[in-house]
């Protein structure tokens, strides 16, 4: 398996602009996480899904952050409008119920101008 | 979950055994510990867990004292290529609705040596 994809690993945009940040589990896997990690805050979850329903959603900074799973092989973490304060490392994982281990994506490094 | 205290770095030696500590002075009954560790610019990877027993695996041994206040993640013989940030995490077992989040805190900076 090739592991949690996320994409993209890069991105840059202007303050204003929408961002849509992508993530496919590992096939099988029924729980998706979203972290964030900054240098000030550390890696936070902001929020997950169990068979592509949200369960917590506390983590999520502001209305301006909203995430979906269409399916079980998708999800997207979506920031309109972003900000400066957005720029961070945004990490997807993925497990199995029943199982210990999360198993992180790369992550993507959003940097907001 | 409980809160975790570790050391924010520490330095060891290419092939010597690195000894992570971890308190967790507030544990619960249920709540197990577990380390991931983070290497620079890469996700977080789950290194092993535990209830009360010690526990090994092909990365690391557990030493989980017997009140369960501390526990001590050992890298038996150190590679550079562990360098990194190692967090301790405590956390009701086994994913069940409701259970399955991981609080990190700061961990700690292990730096190995050549």
């Known amino acids: 398996d090739a592991g949690v994809i996320q994409s993209p690993r890069h991105e840059v945009t202007e303050m204003g602009q929408e961002v849509t940040l992508r993530c496919k589990p590992i096939?099988?896997?029924?729980?998706l996480f979203w972290y964030r990690q900054t240098m000030m805050r550390g890696l936070e979850l902001l929020i997950y899904?169990?068979?592509?329903?949200?369960?917590?959603d506390s983590g999520m900074p502001e209305d301006r952050f909203s995430a979906k799973m269409p399916n079980a092989s998708f999800s997207t973490l979506k920031i309109q409008p972003s900000e400066p304060r957005d720029s961070a490392v945004y990490f997807c994982?993925?497990?199995?119920?029943?199982?210990?281990?999360?198993?992180f994506g790369p992550g993507t490094r959003l940097t907001v101008l | 979950d409980a809160k975790t205290t570790q050391p924010p770095s520490m330095d060891c030696a290419e092939g010597r055994a690195a000894n992570l500590p971890c308190n967790h002075s507030?544990?619960?009954?249920?709540?197990?510990v577990y380390w991931y560790r983070q290497i620079h610019s890469q996700g977080p990877q789950y290194i092993i867990h535990?209830?009360?027993n010690n526990e090994t695996n092909e990365m690391a041994s557990l030493i989980i004292t017997e009140d369960r206040k501390s526990s001590t993640l050992i890298l038996p013989h150190a590679t550079l290529r562990d360098t990194a940030v190692y967090y301790c995490?405590?956390?009701?077992?086994?994913?069940?609705?409701?259970?399955?989040?991981?609080?990190f805190g700061t961990g700690t900076r292990l730096t190995i040596i050549p």
């Open positions: 995490i405590v956390r009701v077992g086994r994913t069940n609705f409701g259970n399955e989040k991981l609080t």
């Open positions: 535990g209830l009360k």
């Open positions: 507030t544990i619960s009954g249920n709540e197990y």
């Open positions: 994982a993925s497990s199995l119920s029943g199982e210990n281990e999360q198993f």
């Open positions: 899904f169990n068979n592509n329903v949200p369960i917590d």
């Open positions: 096939s099988g896997h029924d729980y």
